[in-house]
T-cell receptor, first 113, second 114 residues
Framework: GENVEQHPSTLSVQEGDSAVIKCTYS??????FPWYKQELGKRPQLIID?????GEKKDQRIAVTLNKTAKHFSLHITETQPEDSAVYFC????????????FGGGTRVLVKP | DAGITQSPRHKVTETGTPVTLRCHQT?????MYWYRQDPGHGLRLIHYSYGVKDTDKGEVSDGYSVSRSKTEDFLLTLESATSSQTSVYFC?????????????FGPGTRLTVL
């Protein structure tokens, strides 16, 4: 089955700096890669996703890049703000309706004012 | 937030007792999932459902069973709870559309097995 590795497990950045989280996956048939943000005590919420026919996707201060050849994808947060402090999870699936997501272990991001 | 509720939100139980967690949705989504979340492991799929009475196992299904008798309800049962099942349990739902796989999560249930 699919295996998703996520690094780093913790990330501390100064407010205004950029943060980058990287994930690798093992199943070459995976073609859907979402990113979830989870604030303390809350549910995971989708912040951005990408499909394998796209190499990069942006939404305001966040962007995701995908390298299918190397089987890795990354989340980039620019101009970080204290409200970006949370745990971020990457995931992968084969992309059909109802297909199962395999999650990475999570990255705790702390943005220092 | 999508119309997903979980009950109970918190539960403390003793080893060996049966426990049932409920997930209820008002979105009429076809797919429903149960995950557990533990530090360092992210979210791991326990069981999922692709329709009424249609369920299948995920990666950590041992010790758990599920049932879905109505579109809106997906039950997770621990037949005989163990301390290793202490965790936060999340339900999720997704639509039938092939063009989107977005899973929406419920608020979670914190289960402690003593």
């Amino acid at each position: 089955g699919e295996n998703v590795e996520q690094h780093p497990s913790t990330l501390s950045v100064q407010e205004g700096d950029s943060a980058v989280i990287k994930c690798t996956y093992s199943d070459s048939a995976s073609n859907y890669f979402p990113w979830y943000k989870q604030e303390l005590g809350k549910r995971p919420q989708l912040i951005i996703d990408i499909r394998s026919n796209v190499g990069e996707k942006k939404d305001q201060r966040i962007a995701v890049t995908l390298n299918k050849t190397a089987k890795h994808f990354s989340l980039h947060i620019t101009e970080t703000q204290p409200e970006d402090s949370a745990v971020y999870f990457c995931a992968a699936s084969r992309g059909a309706a109802g297909n199962k997501l395999t999650f990475g272990g999570g990255t705790r991001v702390l943005v220092k004012p | 937030d999508a119309g997903i509720t979980q009950s109970p939100r918190h539960k403390v139980t003793e080893t060996g007792t049966p426990v049932t967690l409920r997930c209820h949705q008002t979105e009429n989504h076809r797919y429903m999932y149960w995950y557990r979340q533990d530090p360092g492991h992210g979210l791991r799929l326990i069981h999922y459902s692709y329709g009424v009475k249609d369920t299948d196992k995920g990666e950590v299904s041992d010790g758990y069973s599920v049932s879905r008798s109505k579109t809106e309800d997906f039950l997770l049962t621990l037949e005989s709870a163990t301390s290793s099942q202490t965790s936060v349990y999340f339900c999720a739902i997704s639509e039938e559309e092939a063009s989107t796989d977005t899973q929406y999560f419920g608020p979670g249930t914190r289960l402690t097995v003593l």
